[in-house]
Nanobody, 123 residues
Framework: QVQLVESGGELVQAGGSLRLSCAAS????????MAWFRQGPGKERELIAA????????YYADSVKGRFTISRDNAKSTVYLQMNSLKPEDTAVYYC????????????????WGQGTQVTVSS
């Protein structure tokens, strides 16, 4: 069983930056494909970024490409989401997800999920 704990969400002004963290435990971290999803008010859950096991391929949704960066630190068993140039439409609960066997990074069928962290972007 994999446990995921997100942190770093807060209220920020439009144009600002935040870095979210997700600490994983329960399985060797470098065997996990990791992803960030978000769900805004009244919206469906959306995959926004993912990073694979070695060779660390990355996927980004068009809505965040060029503004968000996903990275991982295997020594710390942590995945990060650096969010720059934040917009009010980025307001959402951000969820970390993990899966050792996901067939496609862009899939939404990740096995393990965190509880989420709230990001609010004010205009």
């Amino acid at each position: 069983q994999v446990q995921l704990v997100e942190s770093g969400g807060e209220l920020v002004q439009a144009g600002g930056s935040l870095r979210l963290s997700c600490a994983a435990s329960g399985r060797t971290f470098n065997t996990l494909n990791m992803a960030w999803f978000r769900q805004g008010p009244g919206k469906e859950r959306e995959l926004i970024a993912a990073i694979s096991q070695n060779p660390y391929l990355r996927y980004y949704a068009d809505s965040v490409k060029g503004r968000f960066t996903i990275s991982r630190d295997n020594a710390k068993s942590t995945v990060y989401l650096q969010m720059n140039s934040l917009k009010p439409e980025d307001t959402a609960v951000y969820y970390c997800a993990a899966d050792p066997r996901i067939r496609s990074l862009s899939s939404d069928e990740y096995e393990y999920w965190g509880q989420g962290t709230q990001v609010t972007v004010s205009s």
